[in-house]
């Protein structure tokens, strides 16, 4: 099989990975199907999620605040905005910024970080002049926005574009301590604009401008560690150059992000939808269930699925064998985590939210029940996607998510002809939801052990 010239083992960079990873973790990749997380996962693992779980302090200890202060109408139209930026976002770099952890050497990660921020610019821009688009003729509920959200989506996007290639830098650098702090900085400063702002009466903009507020706060400690060696790496470059780390790369954009795209369109086009047949009021109770549950992914799954990334990157080249157990290990202990707050979801949902939220949320709670199982599914499910990357399968999760898209239209539709109530919808979704995740679990193992990322890539790169 041809070795990948991405990820060769025999190249500096990555033999000076290993050895620092093998002096950090005792040197020991486990071995078996039954083996644990090693000691430099679990150091990785703990730096990124105790930076999520102070970062989301100030969110938990707000909520309560922010939701008496905003009404359900307000959180209908931020759910509006969030479900376009998060369906925009995933294109604003074009999936480049995946590249940087692979990336060959320094050089090319630094010319795809480079990229990544450019790309965003005219990406942005190009947002923005659609998001209007769909205010101005009143596309899928939108035309409940104001016309002013159309700018705040584009500075919205270049922040959120330059903190996440800032952030895969870091990641190849393995400053996960500098993540931490950045992700620290991002959350508190949304929480607090939020309700700062919330105090001057329940207007849609305070929650819209404490998110641009959030999302390019925290770069400044990121980009100051990052761009001496970014200077350094960038130094002499020119646009051939630039090209080539692209066109070498290509593989991202050309399976990545519309695999990325149908993935977040998928979760995302529920919101506009709800809003569309439903109402502003009931597209705010779902937006707040969804806010609600991304805290426990926010706290725990998304740093598993950086330190997962990393990990299970180099395992593929030190010990290939011991991939599929890894995965299985993982899901395992994800598994175990997220089933006590699925369970109290369900047993306690609307009275929990009525106490922590206030009366007019018990609606959120009651639907909050009802997507217990979708957000256990999606808990285990969700880092350990990041598989698709590092065994270079990413048709495979395209495929997927083109059904799982196709689903959530469908179910929609059926909702619609049927005259269903929203929490019948909310019942089908998750059966779906449910459903498809359990399936993509299984092809996860299935490619985990058969990895093909080296015979592709490496027929990518040839001349």
Same mark, same amino acid.
């Given at each position: 099989m041809a070795q990948s010239k991405t990820l060769s083992p025999r190249s500096p960079e990555i033999r000076g990975r290993l050895r620092r990873d093998a002096e950090k973790s005792?040197?020991?990749? !486990?071995? &078996?199907?039954? /083996? =644990? *997380?090693?000691?430099?996962?679990?150091?990785? #693992?703990? @730096?990124?999620?105790? +930076? %999520?779980?102070?970062?989301?302090?100030?969110?938990?200890?707000?909520?309560?605040?922010?939701?008496?202060?905003?009404?359900?109408?307000?959180?209908?139209?931020?759910?509006?905005?969030?479900?376009?930026?998060?369906?925009?976002?995933?294109?604003?770099?074009?999936?480049?910024?995946?590249?940087?952890?692979?990336?060959?050497?320094?050089?090319?990660?630094?010319?795809?970080?480079?990229?990544?921020?450019?790309?965003?610019? !005219?990406? &942005?821009?190009? /947002? =923005? *002049?659609?998001?209007?688009?769909?205010?101005? #003729?009143? @596309?899928?509920?939108? +035309? %409940?926005?104001?016309?002013?959200?159309?700018?705040?989506?584009?500075?919205?996007?270049?922040?959120?574009?330059?903190?996440?290639?800032?952030?895969?830098?870091?990641?190849?650098?393995?400053?996960?301590?500098?993540?931490?702090?950045g992700t620290v900085a991002q959350n508190a400063c949304r929480a607090i604009a939020q309700a700062g702002l919330g105090a001057m009466g329940p207007h849609t903009a305070g929650l819209l401008a404490g998110e641009i507020?959030?999302?390019?706060?925290?770069?400044?400690?990121?980009?100051?560690?990052?761009?001496?060696?970014?200077?350094?790496?960038?130094?002499?470059?020119?646009?051939?150059?630039?090209?080539?780390?692209?066109?070498?790369?290509?593989?991202?954009?050309?399976?990545?992000?519309?695999?990325?795209?149908?993935?977040?369109?998928?979760?995302?086009?529920?919101?506009?939808?709800?809003?569309?047949?439903?109402?502003?009021?009931?597209?705010?109770?779902?937006?707040?269930?969804?806010?609600?549950?991304?805290?426990?992914?926010?706290?725990?799954?998304?740093?598993?699925?950086?330190?997962?990334h990393s990990r299970a990157a180099l395992m593929l080249h030190q010990n290939p064998k011991a991939l599929p157990g890894f995965v299985k290990h993982m899901a395992t202990v994800l598994f175990l985590f997220g089933l006590f707050p699925a369970v109290t979801l369900v047993a306690f949902g609307p009275r929990l939210f009525e106490w922590v939220f206030g009366g007019k949320w018990v609606e959120a709670g009651v639907m909050a029940a009802w997507t217990a199982p979708w957000f256990l599914a999606q808990f285990v499910v969700s880092p350990l996607s990041r598989v698709v990357l590092v065994v270079g399968r990413q048709e495979v999760k395209f495929i997927y998510d083109i059904l799982t898209f196709g689903g959530t239209i469908a179910v929609f539709a059926i909702a619609h002809h049927s005259s269903w109530p929203v929490m019948t919808l909310i019942a089908a979704l998750t059966g779906l939801k449910t459903t498809a995740y359990v399936v993509f679990f299984m092809l996860l193992l299935g490619i985990s052990s058969t990895p093909v990322h080296g015979t592709r890539v490496a027929m990518e790169d040839s001349p």
């Open positions: 005792a040197g020991t990749f !486990p071995t &078996s199907s039954q /083996a =644990g *997380v090693n000691r430099g996962f679990v150091r990785n #693992f703990s @730096i990124l999620s105790g +930076g %999520s779980v102070l970062a989301q302090l100030f969110s938990v200890a707000l909520a309560p605040l922010i939701t008496r202060l905003y009404v359900p109408n307000n959180f209908g139209q931020m759910a509006l905005f969030i479900s376009f930026f998060n369906v925009a976002l995933v294109t604003a770099s074009l999936r480049y910024e995946f590249a940087i952890v692979s990336a060959r050497d320094n050089r090319e990660a630094a010319h795809l970080t480079f990229c990544s921020f450019l790309l965003s610019l !005219p990406v &942005s821009a190009g /947002a =923005g *002049v659609i998001f209007y688009l769909l205010v101005r #003729f009143g @596309i899928f509920g939108y +035309g %409940s926005m104001p016309v002013y959200a159309a700018i705040l989506i584009v500075p919205a996007m270049i922040g959120a574009a330059c903190f996440s290639a800032l952030r895969y830098w870091l990641l190849r650098q393995e400053r996960f301590g500098l993540i931490s702090r507020i959030g999302r390019c706060s925290g770069m400044t400690r990121m980009l100051r560690a990052a761009w001496p060696v970014l200077h350094r790496e960038l130094a002499g470059s020119d646009f051939c150059q630039l090209k080539d780390a692209l066109k070498r790369n290509r593989h991202f954009a050309l399976y990545s992000l519309p695999s990325s795209l149908l993935d977040t369109l998928g979760g995302s086009i529920s919101f506009p939808l709800v809003v569309y047949f439903y109402g502003l009021n009931t597209g705010g109770s779902y937006a707040l269930v969804a806010r609600t549950l991304a805290l426990p992914a926010v706290l725990i799954t998304a740093n598993v699925a950086d330190a997962f």
